[in-house]
């Protein structure tokens, strides 16, 4: 561990709905990182043993009572942080496809002081991702628009696997969106004039179950997520309390 992480408070967020099959190995992992990480898991309305799972591995655990889906779930996990003191962040998704062996090299730029939130793209370099052909053009046309939105390029615009320092964290308390919060957040994130950057990291496929995401599904995703984009486009810039 680097001198300047342990000297910094730090915390992983981890969102999960019905993961009590993939939760525990995630933990572990996270443990076997960072032994002083704290980690605070977001039961996002789960009806299985999510929450208890995560309880019993020594986490912090908020217990949403009905499902508020992947943004409000996050939020929530921001705000936690904000409000807990903590100044370094890093977000998991707990189906235990963002491994925690590739964290050194999502944190280094945050730690390096070169950026304000980092990025795990999976399409950076070698290109190893696997999903459905109508899924991987769907990323990659969110990422071009993305792109042009913001004037950077963007590689992997629905990528919940982050690190954040505490400028960062702090826009992300007061308001993240709820619907698609990679897409929106990086519009967010350049509107802001935070530094973004995205580094290659390698996936995992999940382990248990399945996800929620069909074809049809993706493309009325990505129907949603463009108008969304375009809606935001016109939001009022929100001003965190130290600069008010």
Same mark, same amino acid.
């Given at each position: 561990?680097?001198?300047?992480?342990?000297?910094?408070?730090?915390?992983?967020?981890?969102?999960?709905?019905?993961?009590?099959?993939?939760?525990?190995?995630?933990?572990?992992?996270?443990?076997?990182?960072?032994?002083?990480? +704290?980690? %605070? =898991?977001?039961? !996002? @309305?789960?009806?299985?043993?999510?929450?208890?799972?995560?309880?019993?591995?020594? $986490?912090? &655990?908020?217990?949403?009572?009905?499902?508020?889906?992947?943004?409000?779930?996050?939020?929530?996990?921001?705000?936690?942080?904000?409000?807990?003191?903590? +100044?370094? %962040? =890093?977000?998991? !998704? @707990?189906?235990?496809?963002?491994?925690?062996?590739?964290?050194?090299?999502?944190? $280094?730029? &945050?730690?390096?002081?070169?950026?304000?939130?980092?990025?795990?793209?999976?399409?950076?370099?070698?290109?190893?991702?696997?999903?459905?052909?109508?899924?991987?053009?769907?990323?990659?046309?969110?990422?071009?628009?993305?792109?042009?939105?913001?004037?950077?390029?963007?590689?992997? $615009?629905?990528?919940?696997?982050?690190?954040?320092?505490?400028?960062?964290?702090?826009?992300?308390?007061?308001?993240?969106?709820?619907?698609?919060?990679?897409?929106?957040?990086?519009?967010?994130?350049?509107?802001?004039?935070?530094?973004?950057?995205?580094?290659?990291?390698?996936?995992?496929?999940?382990?248990?179950?399945?996800?929620?995401?069909?074809?049809?599904?993706?493309?009325?995703?990505?129907?949603?997520?463009?108008?969304?984009?375009?809606?935001?486009?016109?939001?009022?810039?929100?001003?965190?309390?130290?600069?008010?």
């Amino acid at each position: 561990m680097s001198a300047e992480r342990g000297a910094q408070r730090r915390i992983a967020i981890v969102p999960a709905y019905n993961e009590e099959a993939n939760i525990g190995r995630l933990l572990d992992e996270l443990r076997a990182f960072d032994a002083e990480l +704290e980690v %605070v =898991v977001i039961s !996002d @309305g789960s009806v299985d043993r999510t929450a208890d799972v995560a309880a019993e591995r020594g $986490a912090h &655990v908020v217990r949403l009572p009905f499902n508020l889906g992947i943004g409000g779930a996050v939020q929530t996990g921001f705000r936690f942080a904000w409000e807990n003191g903590y +100044e370094l %962040v =890093v977000r998991l !998704d @707990g189906d235990g496809q963002h491994d925690p062996s590739e964290l050194p090299k999502v944190l $280094a730029p &945050v730690l390096a002081g070169d950026a304000d939130i980092v990025v795990g793209s999976r399409f950076i370099g070698e290109d190893s991702y696997r999903s459905t052909a109508s899924r991987r053009i769907g990323i990659r046309l969110l990422a071009a628009i993305v792109s042009i939105i913001a004037r950077q390029r963007v590689t992997d $615009a629905t990528s919940g696997f982050q690190a954040l320092n505490r400028k960062a964290l702090e826009l992300f308390a007061a308001d993240y969106p709820h619907d698609y919060p990679e897409v929106e957040g990086m519009v967010m994130t350049i509107k802001h004039r935070l530094r973004l950057c995205e580094v290659p990291v390698t996936m995992r496929e999940r382990e248990h179950g399945r996800s929620s995401i069909t074809t049809l599904r993706s493309i009325y995703y990505m129907a949603k997520v463009l108008v969304a984009l375009f809606v935001g486009l016109f939001r009022r810039r929100v001003v965190p309390a130290e600069e008010a």
